[in-house]
């Protein structure tokens, strides 16, 4: 049995996994701090490395988009009311068109020729989260452009409205220390996951080790301990 990991997806996945547990922890601690903290206090410090913006993005107007044509199909999706946030609205147009820009640059190579399949774009994106302290959206679809399987597209966008600014991994977990805790948990999910599904396969002891095998490289590979 053969086994085909993503491992671009692989680890976008596991940096959505290690954001959602910080955050967690984060939402935990603050709520924790809102009810021992004195209802005046309006001049808390500002979280470190977290700067206030001077200026702030120009409204950004995201629109839903279907498209198809005998070489390529599009679909698009928003959440609703994100105009109020133009720093996080614009990061998602930029990110779609990113996603877009990609495909039509595959569709370009085909010249006048018409694919087997149609490729295919198809990215929606939900509001996962939202308080006056933070707004969290995640990104998901695919994008097949030829071969045997789509790449799948996975990204998650969390916005601080208080400081107009993005969130990032790096903020998150700033030194090599928290990346290697960070991967070596999300390489210890991922390994039992893989497990309990091939298990419950019908496979014989030698081909079952092997699959082990290849997927925990993949794995390892897939879950370095870096932000990028």
């Avoid at 990032?168 to 893989?194: C, F, M, N, P």
């Avoid at 396969?201 to 879950?223: N, W, Y």
């Amino acid at each position: 049995m053969n086994i085909v990991v993503n491992r671009r997806a692989l680890r976008a996945s596991a940096l959505v996994l290690a954001v959602g547990l910080v955050l967690v922890a984060g939402c935990k601690r603050d709520a924790a701090d809102t009810a021992a903290r004195p209802a005046d206090d309006s001049t808390a410090a500002q979280p470190a490395n977290i700067e206030t913006p001077t200026d702030v993005a120009a409204p950004v107007e995201l629109r839903d988009v279907i498209e198809n044509t005998p070489q390529a199909v599009v679909g698009i999706s928003y959440p609703t009311d994100i105009a109020r946030y133009p720093g996080l609205a614009k990061a998602l147009s930029d990110y779609a068109s990113a996603a877009r820009g990609e495909l039509q640059q595959a569709v370009d190579g085909l010249g006048n020729d018409k694919p087997t399949m149609p490729y295919e774009l198809s990215l929606s994106f939900e509001k996962v989260l939202e308080t006056p302290q933070l707004v969290v959206i995640s990104a998901d679809g695919s994008r097949y452009t030829g071969g045997a399987h789509g790449e799948p597209l996975v990204a998650r966008f969390v916005w601080l409205p208080e400081q107009q600014q993005m969130l990032t991994a790096d903020k998150l977990v700033a030194d090599s220390k928290g990346w290697k805790a960070v991967s070596d948990y999300i390489g210890d999910q991922l390994r039992e996951r893989v497990a309990t599904r091939l298990s419950s396969e019908d496979m014989d002891p030698g081909q079952l080790q092997e699959s082990l095998r290849s997927a925990s490289r993949m794995i390892a590979d897939g879950t370095e301990p870096s932000a990028e």
